[in-house]
Each structure stands twice: as C-alpha cells, then as structure tokens.
C-alpha cells in the first residue's frame, strides 16, 4: 500500500487506515521531530493518485483533507477501532474482519477489535 511506504519514509505511522468508497479515514501519528502531516499528506496523495491514474485513467483524489488532532485524554486504540469501524456504521459489513480495505501499520487488526471495547 503506497500510504504505508510514503509513511515510513516521512516518519509516520498508520495506526489506523480505512477506504471507504468515496474516502479515507487515517489515524497517523508522527515519528520524529521531522515529521511534517501536510507534507506527508501531499507526498501519499500525489503518490498513489499518480499509480491509481496508471491502472484506472481517472483522478483518485479531491484538494484538501480534514485533520483532526487527538486530545491527550482521548484513547488512541478507541479512536483507531472507531476507524476500522466505519464500513460497519456504514452497513457495508457485519464485522471489519469482512472489509479488506482497512488495517494498520502498527497492529493487527484482530488485535485492535480484541483490545477495545465498542
């Protein structure tokens, strides 16, 4: 997966990641001093929008994102299920162990329904 490439090499990691079929949902959390989200967010976009354009002729990505900084009271495995969550709030499936387009680049993702609570 290109996001999980152009993370490591700019000092993030996907801590969580879910394509929904018009959107991506992403918990990353920077590495090192360096780590710079606009940056890493451009990178990924131009990235794998420029392979989706190869294999499907068509843009794959809108401007602009929406970010969303994590407060220190907030449990980040809470907000990484919350994630893995989306396609079965959205009816898609019954579980996300059904979805294949989400995961992590940290933790499995029985690991992650296993250690939280809904």
């Not at 959107?23 to 360096?34: A, F, N, P, Y």
């Amino acid at each position: 997966m290109e996001f999980l490439r152009v993370a490591e090499r700019e000092h993030f990691a996907v801590l969580a990641y879910c394509f929904m079929p018009d959107h991506l949902h992403m918990l990353v959390e920077g590495t090192s001093d360096t780590s710079d989200l606009l940056s890493f967010v451009k990178i990924a976009k131009q990235c794998s929008g420029r392979m989706h354009v190869t294999v499907h002729g068509t843009l794959l990505w809108q401007e602009g994102y929406h970010e969303r900084v994590l407060r220190p009271s907030e449990d980040v495995r809470s907000v990484a299920r919350y994630v893995i969550d989306n396609p079965v709030r959205a009816g898609l499936v019954k579980t996300p162990l059904a979805y294949p387009f989400l995961g992590s680049g940290v933790w499995s993702v029985r690991d992650l329904l296993d250690s939280t609570l809904r």
